[in-house]
């Protein structure tokens, strides 16, 4: 769940509806879903998830019946997952049920409008808590062995912008690249020369651009951005590849192809005037080497490993 889950909050806020957000708070041991996953439940609907089974139906009853209680606005609770909930997992988790309504906008404004990484906090005190948005973070965390009694800080660092992937090309690969990437984390950005419209990429909703309009479309891309290379002709990729290399600020380059054609390219490269240091930053072929299949959709799911597992370890 990105943080498409503080837009929602926010719109249930503002027209006076009250819904209960349920977030992990706390993991230990081996349980289904990791700190900061979180669900937003309205008395008729849910979105989001903190893992299925057991442990999500208790998540719902809880914030369900805190909606039922006017009184009260948020909750704690200790969820040993084997012993008392029978899953087999084994870990214990902690959750966070809070009633998110008009009194909540004052942390969500600034929430959707941040767009930089901030701390969520939530600060506990006198049987009540309060919600504070600060600069990065976290500042601070009571972790999962504090007693529920003694806990006074719980804070996760929110970063509302999403990792940026350009994309080219709109062939077999392309699409199937698209879709993979359609439901996960990032800010996809889809293009393509007209020279892929082939009758594979009917009804393609990428954006069509010339050959040279691509090429600058990599030189102006915001530092940070993922870059991935499958088009038509192998052409179009040198160029392309060509000028992502020359950016050592984009945060990944990818080109699809076997060793003999990155061996080809690095060659023409070196000709070019790039050196050892910038052909490193050149992952081809591309996506999580243990997938061997060469299907596109394997391509597309190896690629999408690869783009989350280093995602992740930037974020940690």
Sequence with gaps: MTTIWIQDALASARRGEALAMVTVVGAQGSTPRETGARMLVWPDRFTGTIGGGSLER?????????LSQADRRHALQDYPLGPLLGQCCGGHVRLLVERIDAESL?????????????????????????RVVGGPGPHGSDGPRT???????????????????????????GQAVARAFAPLPFHLDWLASREDLRP?????????????????????APAGTLVAIFTHSHDLDYRLTRAALARPELAYVGLIGSRTKRARFEHRLRDDGLGDADLARLTC???????????????????????????????A
Aim: charged share 25%.
């Design 58 to 66: 208790q998540g719902l009853d809880q914030a369900r019946k805190l």
């Design 106 to 130: 004052d942390w969500l404004e600034p929430a959707a409008t941040a767009r930089t990484a901030f701390a969520l906090t939530a600060k506990f005190e006198a049987g009540r808590m309060r």
């Design 147 to 173: 007693p529920l009694s003694e806990v006074r800080r719980l804070s996760e660092t929110i970063r509302p912008a999403l990792p940026r992937l350009v994309i080219f090309g709109a062939g077999h690969v």
């Design 200 to 220: 594979e990429a009917g009804g393609t909703r990428a954006t069509i651009l010339s050959e040279d309009e691509l090429e600058e479309a990599v030189e102006a």
């Design 285 to 315: 072929p591309i996506g999580l080497a243990e997938l061997k299949g060469k299907e596109p959709a394997v391509i597309a799911v190896a690629l999408a490993a690869q783009l989350l597992k280093l995602t992740e370890e930037v974020s």
